[in-house]
């Protein structure tokens, strides 16, 4: 059972890179790159949390699924409003 | 005794004259009003119509503080007699008649607001029953016995508080300077009789000082006049003389006790009625004598005035002294030995006022020549209407009114006329010797110009001073700092900065707990 | 050490590689490159967790059509060079690197306090009430069932970000002229998309599958189409376009008053979003069919939408 | 429970159809919220009448499926919504023509209202996720309303609101891993008993990720840039009820997950935050040169208040805080809506974004600025506002505390000044020496409207009585 | 609910409601607004005659609304209220008269009036309200209603005075409700009553209830010009003149005074007072204030500014009788509430008909104007005359009451404070007197000729009249039964059951 540990362990380090880069990241395009890591972060310790039973759980798994969707429309619509500022500056 | 309260005036307001005394004081004083009156309708000529607002203003203050039987009734009359006879002193306008006025206002204020504690005190030591009746019997606390006299002395104008007094009279015009010394400085020994209660302990013992104090001011009325060349100048320092006796016969009221205190009151209310007739009368004399030409009638009544004011026999003013004197020995309180060389400095009194009146007549005499030689109008009628109510009341006096009889006739009596004429007889010699020697006086000591007026003007500069410039609140100079700290925000990325914080918070928290 | 143990460790490095490397990269392409590969193998290490459905969703949702999102975005990032972003003082970074340093140390550190064995969690509950679900498979149970009305709102996310990036819509890059090679691959790969998509519909009721992965599948497709001129401009003008991109929503809130109206008994609204179970099996299907077509179109106008496209 | 659902469906078909049926997407969309007014007010009715309900989406059992609960307070915060909505909505309607991209802002403003609603009602950890996703999402969108130059600010917005979302995600999925359990009143019967590090952190991951959606102190720096690019009425409803929605979730987990002294731990962060909020949004409000940006900082200075409530009602359990809370936030959205709407109208009248525009306004449009003065007076705290009743419900239980004096010092310098800000725009209105003239005859319509939450407000403390009544006071 | 427990709010509303319909009325409408205006101050008036009759014979008038919880809205007519109700709008009837005539033909008269008519109501209210709340409440309505009183001219003086003036009253409120709300979580807030409702907590919670009292009185003594809250007063004069009369003479300022009676009589009660041994730093306060209003008073040579000094240092008279807690001391105090007001109210009216006949504002201008306005220059002597406290005056008749409670009450220094203030106040007023009446008139800065027949405009010049005139009424007939000592000796003896 200790990869689910590891699994999670993988799982904060993704978040925390992803948080990290979020911090750092001079361009936008890489803030918003960090955001979907950290987003992935969080999912795999969902998904991690959700295979340490034997059949896994798949309410969290409906959970990670509308998360996923959330985060990727949040990220279209992200970069569509970059577009528009790169668009927009001269 | 007629006294009623009026319930919808001030609170306690009542009216009546409360004894046979104080009707003689109205008495008097009406009259005197009368004859101020009559004089001043032709020769008051320039704004009338002030002038006859304020008269009559202060006329009916006199009147109304004679009348009242109660404290406020009282204080009301005096303050609006005090202040509207500021109108009347700067009447003339002249910038002399301006500073005469200021300095009588100063002292008239503050005057009235040592009055006003008084009266507080009083009314509160006698638990705030506001009846004057009820006022003179229980005892009363040195500190209201001093503000009544300070307050009550400044109207009054005795020896140490008689500053306003020479320049207020002079700057007046004659009718004015006539009631003003006629009726109003008698108006505060009337409050002084009036409120302060004779039997009290420590008026016993001040009384003896009042009756040293009453002499002084008496000798130094009538030397200081001698100085001086007006002759509204001297008429005034002789009132303060006059005064000065008239605190003498107010201190043998209190000393005495029984009928002998009536006898006192009735020679302080003779005594006040006397100067009243004959001070008013001068006063119009002097005031027509520089600018209108005088009879020989008019001159026979100023010669009586002074015939009265020095106390000859046969005139009210022998009858008055006589009174005094026989009041000053008959009061025992007093130590004897005081009592016998006061009553041998009375005599030297009555010598400097004899000095005083020939001084008054010869500069009267100067005056009228000085006016001769252009056409003066001859003195109207109305003027010698209220000129001639004053003699005659001046004459009558004595033996008019009944209490003062019985002085008038002791007075005709041999040793009473010797002892009122020796004085007035060394007097004459006096001059005479001083006439032939032709030792005037030296022109540095002609007139001398009192401190009082300096320090008034002194005193207006540091109550009119400019205004300090408002202080404002100045605001450090921080705003080049806040510059510096608007554009370090502004160059930090927004976002960066907010993650930042976004993980130092939930470090923050999480090491918290 | 069995060969799951190699297996779990490497693809664990391999994805922290990937995720460092995305931040620290120099170019923003290498970035986007380096993302990409690394949402599919956190697909690969999601079906090792044995999540079917979300290692199918992250490839076609996480991978694909984000990885499009980012090349599109940085074609235009190149485009305006803007000027150099001032690089931010050492003393901050290190600051920052500290900073998410720490945070991840607390939250491994929590995570190590977790229960290997969960004493209670929904499963059981949910395969309990399987039956009278509608569905066999109990991620779609959960999804369209028990917790519709997450998902009705999560479509609703889907159409705001489609509303959103319709406000703000920029002139797109002119897609280069037509390559033969990519049209003639286009035209066969495109059919045999959609076929996969409608299997995987299909499959959603009974085993890993479902609405939102079939209507990734269909939006690749139709963008793979429409970069390649085979497909006409989908403007917001025409009716059946906004049509579809509302019938997901529109869908599920009639089948919802449907189901209120048809149980009215204490109530008119009680009943919402109670499938009768006589019902539960066709309106389900109902809901991802329409779902599909949705998502579909939104993600495909997402993608490629052009502003007057787009603009109504 | 029936109305609040309908309080929560109407403002989605109106967002459908106006997206659907573009030329009458005005009037549907205020046809509906209309309608979710009547509606709330007769869920409050039920609620008085017979007690809080709840409601199973779908009556699966309580663990599986999504619950409702409709409490006095949630009514009330469901009335505030639709009330202001309908304002808002009345206002954009007169002023019609003047907002440019007047098409798009009827299905977001509906949206915005629906995800609101059902974040007022729902109990589920993971459905606070997603309506606070769709209330940053649909906030966001309506920023941008208002053109190129609120693009910038949007996007800091959306990536903090979406960093902030995802902290809150990773909490939920703590807890969800340690206790298995998505509803939080079950979560409150098994988390204080067992407490670890496991629940703290997940705890603090929530509270971050919910400060930085609601604005709350160290996190608003957000706030200023988004609330003053957006269009008048966008920015009222995103100041008066947008940041209200994290702050009840916070409130809601602290009140019930969170053990003694870890709540004692947090109310002192809370208070310290509060009162940082009070002093420097108060100070840069005051400071700031820009009309719509000082009424936003007035918005971070006022979030103040509440910190502070949060915190002192943590720190004792004394119901007074708690009252005192909910009647800040229905006092401040009133407020808001109708200072924000004021402010936006003489903005647009008399052109210019500083705060020198107002000069003279007293004169050029009287009752836009006797509306912004009232919504002032409310902010300030003046009687017989709604303002001073919060603040007197405040006041009331921290005077016997004597060791709270702190608090009493920072809620008196709170106040000063606010008094300041808001009296400094008054000041400048009564300025007759040479008064702006407004580009075109200003309308009357949309100033009363903006003049009628500020009223509503103004008499707040007279009905205070029922308040209280229904928040169990 | 009978019409007893209305009549309170039919006198609040009778100012109020006209003041909302001259809000909409237009520029041009004056006959409207006067007869709005007129009807409004005729209707109070008759009103407070009403209930002046009903309280005389001992009726109660009682009106409660739910407003804060445990808090109610309480309009409750006592004697003493009923004093302030009466002075206020005797005094707003003058002003109102006055204003009108000052205001012919300039702008923005709408809403000067509209604000004019709230500020009176508010006034009214603070003087009719019944528990500490409702205090608060009208309190801070009059500082937001008379805000825009202050700075109606619009020019950059008055803006800068109309901030200072917010920022004082502003935070003079805000103390105030923290004190109510420290009252209200100590004792609630029951109705006033003689004798004060904290006697209970007396010994528990003595140190909250010094607090309290603090802050109540600082709170209060903005609005009173007590010693260091006072810096608003001479800023606001640059509003025009019928603001600052009834204003600055009647309104704002006696609000507060009539606030710290309240306080000390009916919320603190003699008793706890006595105990808590609050009564000596209010009095040396409120001398403090007197002498230091009267000394800087001295130095202004703005007639208006001089003026505002002078009420700064007469106002804390109110406050200096009402701290000393004997009967006779109150009767002083609350005498010279109306007093004051009647006498400051002609004061001011004088000064505004100077500034606009004559274009008169500094002091050395005021040369021989007695000759040019006789009138307002009788009217003005009679107010000066007043404010010193010579005797035919009402300012005779407080002063005295004052000086006998305060050695009654044992403070025997304070004498010495009233003889000190009345002597710096002769030598501030007095030198006006003598310019007005006994120099040689120079040539008026800018003179108009508002009316053939009189002075100037009648409607200027018949307010200070009257007021003048009842200056002297109020001193000479303060025996008769309407007078405003004997409805001051019937409070008093109801407060303290003190009978003279």
Redesign the interface.
């Known amino acids: 059972m200790s990869s689910i540990v590891w699994y999670l362990w993988i799982g904060a380090g993704i978040w925390g890179i992803g948080?990290y880069g979020?911090?750092?990241g001079p361009e936008?395009l890489r803030?918003i790159i960090s955001l979907n890591l950290m987003g992935a972060g969080v999912f795999m310790v969902m998904v991690a949390l959700a295979a340490r039973t034997e059949p896994t759980d798949g309410v969290l798994h409906a959970l990670v699924l509308t998360g996923l969707v959330v985060a990727v429309s949040a990220t279209a619509f992200a970069l569509a409003l970059l577009a528009r500022l790169l668009a927009a500056k001269p | 005794m007629l006294s009623n309260v009026?319930?919808?005036?001030?609170?306690g307001?009542s009216f009546g004259l409360a004894n046979q005394l104080a009707q003689l004081w109205f008495g008097f004083t009406l009259l005197l009003w009368l004859a101020a009156a009559c004089y001043s309708v032709t020769f008051i000529k320039r704004q009338v119509g002030f002038y006859w607002l304020f008269f009559i203003v202060a006329m009916s203050g006199n009147l109304l503080l004679i009348v009242a039987q109660d404290v406020?009734g009282f204080?009301?009359g005096f303050?609006?007699m005090s202040?509207s006879a500021y109108a009347l002193v700067?009447h003339s306008g002249s910038s002399q008649a301006?500073r005469a006025g200021r300095l009588y206002?100063q002292l008239a204020?503050?005057g009235?607001?040592l009055l006003?504690?008084a009266i507080?005190?009083r009314?509160?030591e006698s638990d705030?029953n506001l009846a004057l009746a009820e006022l003179t019997m229980d005892s009363i606390q040195p500190l209201t016995l001093l503000l009544l006299l300070l307050g009550f002395g400044l109207k009054a104008g005795f020896f140490p508080l008689h500053v306003w007094l020479p320049q207020a009279h002079p700057a007046a015009p004659a009718p004015a300077s006539a009631v003003l010394s006629g009726a109003m400085i008698k108006a505060g020994l009337f409050g002084l009789w009036v409120f302060v209660p004779a039997s009290a302990v420590v008026v016993q013992q001040w009384a003896v000082v009042l009756l040293v104090l009453g002499l002084c001011s008496a000798l130094f009325g009538a030397v200081i006049a001698l100085w001086h060349q007006q002759s509204k100048v001297v008429l005034a320092y002789s009132s303060v003389s006059q005064m000065g006796y008239m605190l003498m016969a107010l201190a043998i009221v209190w000393l005495s006790t029984g009928d002998a205190r009536v006898m006192a009151a009735t020679v302080l209310v003779g005594y006040a009625c006397h100067h009243a007739f004959l001070k008013a009368a001068l006063f119009l004399g002097a005031g027509a004598c520089s600018s209108y030409r005088l009879q020989r009638f008019h001159w026979l009544a100023i010669g009586w005035c002074l015939f009265t004011l020095v106390a000859l026999p046969l005139s009210s003013g022998a009858a008055v002294k006589y009174g005094l004197k026989q009041g000053l020995m008959a009061q025992q309180s007093s130590p004897v030995w005081l009592a016998e060389w006061l009553y041998g400095l009375l005599s030297v009194g009555a010598l400097t006022t004899a000095l005083l009146a020939l001084h008054l007549w010869c500069l009267l005499r100067q005056q009228q020549m000085a006016t001769h030689s252009q056409s003066m109008p001859a003195v109207s009628g109305w003027m010698n209407s209220g000129w001639l109510i004053l003699v005659v009341a001046s004459i009558s006096m004595p033996f008019a009114v009944i209490s003062t009889q019985p002085f008038w006739w002791a007075s005709i009596s041999l040793s009473a006329v010797w002892a009122s004429s020796w004085p007035v007889l060394a007097a004459v010699l006096l001059f005479l010797i001083v006439r032939q020697i032709g030792w005037i006086l030296p022109e540095r000591w002609r007139d001398p110009q009192s401190r009082f007026v300096w320090l008034s003007l002194r005193a207006?500069r540091l109550?009119?001073?400019?205004?300090?410039a408002e202080w404002q609140v100045r605001w450090p100079g921080w705003r080049s700092l806040?510059r510096q700290i608007n554009q370090g925000l502004q160059r930090a990325?927004?976002?960066?900065?907010?993650?930042?914080?976004?993980?130092?918070?939930?470090?923050?928290?999480?090491l918290?707990? | 050490m069995s060969g799951d143990f190699w297996f779990d460790t490497i693809l664990g490095l391999v994805l922290l590689t990937l995720a460092l490397a995305t931040v620290r990269a120099q170019q923003l392409a290498a970035a986007v490159m380096i993302f990409v590969v690394f949402g599919l193998i956190l697909a690969v290490a999601w079906a090792r967790l044995g999540a079917a459905d979300l290692a199918l969703a992250e490839a076609a949702i996480g991978a694909g059509l984000t990885g499009a999102l980012l090349f599109s975005a940085l074609a235009r990032q190149a485009k305006a060079e803007s000027a150099p972003v001032s690089k931010?003082s050492s003393r901050?970074s290190w600051?920052?690197l500290l900073?998410?340093l720490?945070?991840t140390g607390?939250l491994c550190f929590s995570l190590w306090w977790v229960p290997l064995q969960p004493e209670h969690h929904l499963m059981p509950l949910a395969l309990e009430h399987l039956a009278n679900s509608g569905t066999e498979h109990p991620v779609t149970a959960v999804l369209l069932n028990f917790r519709a009305w997450d998902t009705l709102l999560e479509l609703i996310v889907l159409l705001l970000a489609l509303m959103g990036a319709r406000l703000v819509s920029s002139p797109m890059l002119q897609t280069p002229q037509r390559w033969p090679l990519a049209s003639q691959w286009s035209k066969r790969l495109a059919p045999l998309l959609i076929l996969v998509a409608f299997f995987v519909l299909w499959r959603g009721a009974t085993a890993p599958g479902g609405a939102f992965q079939a209507g990734a599948l269909l939006a690749a497709a139709a963008v793979v189409l429409r970069l390649n001129h085979q497909l006409p401009p989908l403007h917001w003008r025409y009716g059946w376009v906004r049509l579809i991109v509302l019938s997901g929503v529109l869908a599920f809130v009639v089948a919802g008053i449907a189901s209120a109206l048809l149980q009215y008994q204490p109530a008119l609204l009680i009943h919402w979003l109670e499938w009768p179970l006589w019902l539960a099996k066709p309106l389900i299907l109902f809901i991802e069919l329409c779902a599909t077509l949705a998502i579909g179109l939104t993600l495909t106008l997402l993608v490629v939408g052009e502003p007057e496209e787009l603009s109504s | 429970m029936n109305y609040a659902l309908a309080a929560v469906l109407l403002p989605l078909l109106a967002a459908l159809l106006a997206l659907g049926w573009r030329r009458y997407a005005a009037w549907v969309s205020w046809g509906g919220t209309i309608l979710s007014l009547l509606c709330a007010i007769v869920a409050l009715q039920q609620v008085l009448s017979d007690g809080p309900q709840q409601m199973l989406l779908g009556n699966w059992p309580t663990g599986l499926a999504i619950r409702w609960q409709l409490s006095e307070l949630t009514a009330l915060l469901l009335l505030l919504t639709t009330v202001i909505h309908s304002l808002v909505a009345s206002y954009s309607l007169t002023s019609l023509r003047r907002l440019q991209v007047a098409a798009d802002f009827w299905p977001l403003s509906s949206l915005l209202q629906m995800s609101l609603s059902a974040l007022w009602l729902s109990t589920d950890l993971f459905n606070w996720y997603v309506t606070l996703e769709l209330l940053g999402l649909v906030a966001v969108a309506m920023v941008t309303l208002s053109g190129n130059k609120s693009v910038a600010a949007a996007l800091?917005y959306l990536?903090?609101s979406l960093?902030?979302s995802l902290?809150y995600l990773l909490g939920v999925a703590l807890l969800y891993g340690q206790f298995g359990v998505l509803d939080v009143a079950e979560l409150a019967t098994r988390m204080p008993a067992s407490e670890s590090h496991m629940t703290?952190?997940a705890l603090?991951?929530m509270?971050?990720g919910l400060?930085?959606k609601g604005a709350l102190w160290?996190?608003h720096?957000?706030l200023p840039?988004a609330h003053a690019v957006a269009p008048a009425p966008v920015s009222a409803l995103l100041s008066a009820l947008v940041v209200k929605g994290p702050l009840f979730i916070l409130w809601m987990l602290w009140s019930q997950l969170a053990t003694v002294?870890?709540s004692h731990?947090?109310a002192?962060?809370f208070l310290f935050a509060g009162s940082m909020a009070l002093l420097t949004g108060g100070w840069s409000a005051l400071?700031t040169p820009y009309a719509k940006v000082m009424v936003a900082y007035s918005t971070v200075a006022q979030l103040g208040y509440a910190l502070l409530a949060i915190g002192l009602a943590l720190r004792s359990a004394d119901p007074a805080f708690q009252l005192a809370l909910w009647l800040f936030i229905i006092a401040h959205a009133l407020a808001k809506t109708s200072a924000f709407l004021a402010v936006g109208e003489m903005q647009h009248s008399l052109g210019g974004k500083r705060v020198q525009m107002l000069k003279g306004a007293s004169q050029t449009m009287p009752v836009a600025m006797f509306a912004l003065a009232v919504a002032g007076g409310s902010l300030i705290g003046l009687p017989p506002s709604g303002g001073f009743l919060a603040k007197w419900q405040l006041l009331l239980p921290l005077w016997p505390e004597w060791q709270l004096w702190l608090w009493l010092l920072v809620i008196f310098l709170g106040t000063l000044l606010s008094a300041a800000y808001v009296f400094r725009l008054v000041v400048l209105a009564f300025d007759r020496a040479d008064p702006v003239k407004p580009d075109f005859a200003p309308q009357l319509l949309p100033q009363w409207l903006a003049l009628v939450p500020a009223l509503l407000v103004w008499g707040l403390a007279f009905g205070s009585h029922s308040f209280v009544h229904w928040l169990g006071g | 609910m009978d019409f007893n427990s209305w009549l309170p709010l039919l006198i609040v509303l009778s100012s109020l409601i006209p003041g909302l319909l001259i809000f909409t009325l237009a520029e041009h409408r004056t006959l409207l607004r006067t007869c709005l205006n007129l009807s409004g101050v005729v209707i109070k008036l008759l009103l407070v005659v009403w209930m002046w009759l009903g309280v005389k014979a001992g009726e109660d008038y009682f009106f409660q609304l739910p407003f804060l919880p445990g808090g109610p809205f309480i309009l409750h007519g006592d004697a003493l209220s009923l004093q302030f109700v009466m002075l206020s709008s005797v005094l707003w009837l003058a002003t109102t008269v006055y204003a009108i005539g000052y205001l012919e033909n300039s702008p923005l008269r709408s809403r000067f009036f509209g604000y004019f008519s709230l500020c009176v109501s508010a006034t009214v209210g603070l003087a009719l309200s019944g528990n500490l709340v409702t205090f608060v409440l009208f309190y801070e309505l009059l500082t937001l209603a008379t805000f825009p009183l202050v700075v109606h001219r619009g020019t950059p003086q008055s803006l800068r005075a109309g901030r200072r003036y917010l920022a004082y009253t502003i935070s003079g409120g805000v103390l105030l409700l923290m004190g109510a709300a420290l009252l209200h979580s100590v004792a609630g807030s029951p109705v006033f009553m003689p004798g004060g409702y904290l006697s209970a907590q007396l010994d528990t919670q003595s140190m909250a209830l010094i607090v309290a009292f603090v802050l109540l009185i600082a709170g209060l003594g903005v609005k009173a010009a007590l010693l260091p809250l006072h810096g608003w007063l001479p800023e606001a004069m640059v509003a025009p003149a019928p603001v600052s009369a009834l204003l600055h003479a009647v309104a704002v300022v006696k609000a507060g005074a009539f606030g710290i009676v309240r306080v000390v009589y009916d919320v603190f009660g003699v008793e706890v007072m006595q105990q808590l041994d609050l009564t000596w730093p209010l009095v040396v306060l409120a001398s403090s204030t007197i002498l230091y209003g009267s000394w800087r008073a001295?130095?202004?040579?703005d007639i208006k500014r001089r003026l505002a000094y002078s009420t700064v240092s007469q106002v804390s008279y109110v406050t200096l009788g009402v701290a000393m807690l004997g009967p006779v001391a109150a009767i002083g105090g609350l005498v010279h509430l109306v007093h004051q007001g009647v006498m400051k109210i002609t004061l001011f009216f004088c000064a505004g008909n100077y500034a606009e006949t004559l274009g008169i504002h500094k002091v050395h201008e005021l040369n021989g104007v007695g000759r040019r306005m006789p009138l307002s220059s009788v009217a003005f002597s009679l107010g000066a005359l007043g404010m010193i406290?010579?005797?035919?005056t009402a300012g005779?008749?407080s002063?005295?009451y004052l000086?006998?409670g305060a050695?009654?009450a044992g403070f025997p220094w304070v004498?010495g404070v009233l003889?000190m203030s009345?002597?710096?106040n002769?030598?501030?007023f007095?030198?006006l007197l003598y310019r007005i009446w006994?120099l040689p008139a120079a040539e008026w800065p800018e003179e108009r000729r508002l009316s053939d027949r009189f002075e100037t405009h009648w409607m200027l010049l018949l307010p200070p009249v009257l007021t003048g005139a009842l200056i002297v009424l109020m001193?000479?007939?303060?025996?008769?039964d309407i007078s405003p000592?004997s409805w001051t000796e019937l409070i008093v003896e109801r407060e303290f059951g003190y009978v003279e």
């Open positions: 948080l979020f911090m750092r936008l803030r | 009026v319930e919808w005036l001030w609170p307001a406020l204080y009301l303050a609006l202040l700067i301006r206002l204020i503050v009235e607001l006003f504690a507080v005190l009314v509160h705030g207006k109550y009119q001073t400019q205004s300090r806040e990325e927004l976002l960066s900065t907010a993650a930042v914080v976004l993980s130092s918070v939930m470090l923050i928290l999480w918290l707990h | 931010s901050s600051l920052v900073l998410s720490m945070l607390i | 800091r990536l903090l960093a902030g902290c703290t952190f603090v991951l509270t971050a400060m930085l160290p996190l720096l957000w840039a002294e870890l731990a947090a002192g962060f400071r | 001295l130095q202004q040579q406290g010579i005797p035919p005779m008749v002063k005295w000086s006998m050695l009654e004498l003889l009345s002597a710096l002769a030598a501030y007095l030198p006994c001193g000479v007939l303060a025996g008769t000592l």
